[in-house]
């Protein structure tokens, strides 16, 4: 068969190759209810917690993340039966709707059927968790879980019984945790773990481009792809490894300090649509970057300031990392946002999410513990993007998991 064929040829080519699972950069929430006019309404209903996910408190008001838009397919079972999920460095575990979930939000995605699956293995162990954007409650279930072409056997993942009806105006349809094994709270072996404990890939890594197109966004298990940044990648230790935390030395604007005086810790989330910080400091930068508190929360600018706003600059392990207004403005049809948005008061760790992602290429090294960080290669140099490797990976975004791309150097 194909598939064998070509999972024979990755073990083969295994120590020189590296596999790649495109992204998409699909609608998100807040777009979706914008369009039906459900916007303000499903927000002030909804509000935005962007620690939820963090508290692991269980009893905490959720959150929802309305601004997430990147996801990709993986497949699960025997036949694959495949999914878009968000490959979420904020969690640990993996889950997927269940056919047996009456939630209206699983009613508009793809659902898991365990009985058409030859190689899964139930359990009795019920699961639930809380994320950004929501909770959810299910059981856990042991099945191949496929990506990239990789085959993980024996993979523990939820199925949703219940989902919390924010899901709803989520595109992607479960969420696929990628931070370390100790936050998993389904009591089964995170993804990436059992990638590295199969030997599925030769370098314990994984490496995120997140476009701000629709498509070209990927993350690359067991490699670094040149094409997708320039420059040097600046490597910064893991501090803690739970979820991948850094340390921050300082927060600038025009060589002022505007948050994390005397350093703090930031923690680099692919599934954190903004960047997070505490209140004090956010609504200096905000005051900085003339943002306004709209009646819903949200800081909101003038569309046509956004030219002469400043660059935000972090520096972490002594090297600066800045974000133009063109990254940190979000602009949804005529509304501009300010990508920086407060924790709640009680928090004074940061949260650098794909606002921040999107102008520095992020690899997850398990290999030391450390998250690398390089300046992404632009469009306008499209010498260094338009490598084979990123336009095989656009053409494939229209495929499903079980396609195998193998780069070799
Ligand atoms: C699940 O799959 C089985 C076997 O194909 C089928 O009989 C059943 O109707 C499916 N269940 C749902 C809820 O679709
Ligand atoms: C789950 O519990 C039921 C009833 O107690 C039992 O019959 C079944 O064997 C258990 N299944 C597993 C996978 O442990
Ligand atoms: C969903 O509804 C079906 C039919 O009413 C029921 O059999 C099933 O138990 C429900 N599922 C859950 C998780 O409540
Ligand atoms: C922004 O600029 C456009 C075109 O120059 C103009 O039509 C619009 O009124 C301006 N908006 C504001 C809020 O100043
Ligand atoms: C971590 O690994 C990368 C490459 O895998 C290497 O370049 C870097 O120097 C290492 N950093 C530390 C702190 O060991
Ligand atoms: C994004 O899409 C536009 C138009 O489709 C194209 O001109 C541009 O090169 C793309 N940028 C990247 C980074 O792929």
């Not at 009795?124 to 056997?153: C, E, K, P, R």
């Not at 314990?204 to 966004?217: H, Q, V």
């Not at 990123?390 to 193998?406: D, K, P, Q, V």
């Amino acid at each position: 068969m194909l598939k064998s064929a070509i999972v024979l040829h990755a073990l083969v080519v295994l120590s020189e190759c590296y596999v790649t699972v495109p992204l998409v950069r699909g609608k998100t929430a807040r777009e979706t209810l914008m369009e039906n006019g459900k916007w303000e309404e499903t927000r002030l209903k909804f509000p935005y917690r962007p620690m939820a996910k963090f508290l692991r408190t269980g009893d905490e008001t959720l959150t929802n993340d309305a601004d997430l838009s990147y996801y990709g397919v993986i497949s699960i079972g025997n036949p694959p039966q495949s999914f878009n999920v968000l490959f979420d460095t904020g969690s640990a575990d993996l889950w997927v709707p269940s056919v047996y979930c009456n939630s209206t939000a699983c009613q508009d995605h793809v659902k898991f059927n365990h009985s058409k699956s030859s190689t899964f293995k139930g359990t009795n162990h019920t699961v639930s968790i809380q994320y950004g954007t929501g909770s959810l409650f299910g059981v856990l279930g042991i099945d191949t879980v496929a990506l990239a072409g990789m085959s993980v056997a024996n993979q523990g993942f939820g199925v949703s019984l219940i989902e919390d009806s924010f899901f709803t105006y989520v595109a992607f349809d479960g969420i696929l945790g990628l931070a370390f094994p100790m936050l998993a709270v389904f009591g089964a072996v995170p993804v990436f773990e059992n990638i590295i404990k199969q030997s599925l890939v030769n370098l314990n890594l994984f490496s995120f481009y997140l476009s701000r197109n629709s498509t070209g966004s990927v993350v690359t298990f067991g490699g670094i792809e040149s094409n997708y940044f320039t420059g040097q990648i600046t490597w910064i230790p893991v501090s803690k490894g739970t979820y991948w935390q850094i340390k921050m030395d300082s927060v600038t604007i025009n060589g002022n300090i505007a948050g994390c005086r005397g350093s703090c810790q930031a923690i680099v989330d692919t599934g954190t649509s903004l960047i997070i910080g505490p209140p004090s400091d956010i609504n200096n930068i905000n005051r900085n970057i003339g943002a306004t508190m709209d009646n819903i929360g949200e800081f909101i600018v003038d569309c046509n300031k956004t030219i002469n706003m400043p660059n935000v600059m972090f520096t972490l392990n002594g090297n600066h990392f800045t974000i133009p207004p063109s990254a940190y403005i979000l602009q949804i049809s005529s509304v501009c946002y300010s990508g920086f948005q407060t924790s709640s008061a009680n928090f004074n760790f940061w949260i650098l999410g794909d606002v921040f992602i999107r102008e520095y290429y992020t690899i997850f090294n398990r290999e030391n513990n450390t998250v690398g960080l390089a300046r992404v290669a632009r469009a306008s140099s499209s010498a260094t993007t338009s490598t084979s490797a990123s336009s095989i990976a656009r053409a494939s975004s229209l495929f499903t998991a079980s396609l195998m791309l193998i780069f070799c150097h």
